[in-house]
């Protein structure tokens, strides 16, 4: 045994102890609204106590951990914690990165760890539905800062004739819209288009149709409870799909419903995790974050509905393509590409 290499992975492993422990400490920042209030500017934790009403105590230790960890900054003269402007975009603008969402998202599939413990065992499916509520509301606050980013600046212009056709006015479907933040993005961009957003989720669409009210543009954003299967209308310009074809089980029929509901000039611009389709390719940060949050979401989900398929959040594009080229689409490429995501065009 080389024990320098024992070493070097104990020190991974208290990287990674460190980081799940952390976790929890983000999460309770996230909802007390710690991180906004430290942004607004320096503060011992007695000074701090007073500007967030909570103990000084718990908010001393709170701090320490932060600052070990790198997201909290700390002055040794003063004994003052504070956030640098580009921690403060991370943690505390919900138009940022919004960190702190991404750990909501872990916490919440991790208290389904019984019964995907489980599930390993009699190889059953646990839906997305099942899961708790942190889930739904973190995967939303998490990913719409990214599409805000990337949507309507990048992701529809690398489509061909998308953008014009939204410009004039449109029929866009957005499939498996969850809280509906995609939706609302198109739709503030193009005001004569019109948007359907579709989830199997009742209670997902319920806030959906909160946020369309809330954002004046419900007369031209509708949502329904429905499958990527069964949603409803046709001729459709754009179908948007983000995040979610690899979490179906039927993907194959999802896609075929997709054809036969968009226009003959249609598009379909569908939004994937990024994965190589070389899994040692995917041993990286990144794909390490895709195979754990896949584990616990989307493997499980697929398994939990019809269709025989479990692609998970690393499929990769040749999988991918197979199931577009299957379901009878002659056109397909990748049209653009983040480090999470790949954007691929596909018409019929």
């Not at 991790?110 to 009699?122: G, N, S, V, W, Y």
Request: proline share 5%.
């Amino acid at each position: 045994m080389d024990h320098n290499k024992v070493t070097e992975f104990l020190g991974r492993f208290v990287t990674d102890f460190g980081a799940a422990g952390a976790a929890g400490s983000v999460v309770i920042g996230y909802r007390l609204g710690l991180y906004r209030a430290l942004a607004e500017g320096p503060a011992t934790p007695e000074r701090f106590a007073e500007r967030t009403g909570c103990h000084v105590r718990y908010l001393t230790e709170w701090l320490l951990g932060q600052a070990a960890g790198g997201y909290v900054s700390h002055d040794t003269q003063t004994g003052a914690f504070s956030l640098t402007e580009e921690q403060a975009f991370c943690l505390a603008d919900p138009d940022g990165p919004n960190v702190p969402a991404a750990f909501l998202i872990v916490l919440g599939y991790l208290r389904a760890e019984p019964r995907i413990t489980e599930a390993f065992r009699t190889g059953d499916g646990v839906a997305w539905h099942e899961h708790e509520e942190d889930v739904f509301v973190g995967c939303d606050a998490f990913y719409r800062p990214g599409y805000a980013a990337e949507l309507v600046p990048n992701w529809i212009p690398a489509l061909d004739g998308v953008d014009g056709k939204l410009a004039v006015g449109a029929r866009v479907a957005d499939l498996g819209c969850g809280l509906g933040s995609s939706s609302l993005l198109v739709a503030e961009a193009y005001p004569r288009t019109t948007v359907v957003g579709s989830d199997y989720h009742t209670e997902s669409i319920e806030l959906a149709r909160g946020k369309a009210e809330e954002a004046e543009v419900n007369d031209r954003v509708t949502f329904e409870v429905a499958t990527a299967q069964t949603f409803t209308g046709g001729d459709y310009d754009l179908v948007m799909m983000f995040d979610c074809l690899h979490d179906m089980g039927d993907p194959l029929g999802a896609a075929r419903r997709v054809r036969e509901a968009l226009d003959a000039d249609g598009t379909w611009m569908l939004v994937e995790p990024y994965a190589s389709d070389r899994v040692e390719e995917n041993f990286n940060p990144v794909g390490r974050l895709f195979y754990s949050g896949s584990t616990f979401l989307c493997v499980p989900n697929s398994l939990s509905q019809p269709g025989g398929y479990s692609l998970g959040a690393q499929a990769g594009e040749s999988a991918i393509r197979e199931v577009i080229s299957n379901a009878g689409f002659t056109r397909f490429r990748r049209a653009a590409q983040t480090p999470f995501n790949i954007v691929y065009e596909i018409r019929p």
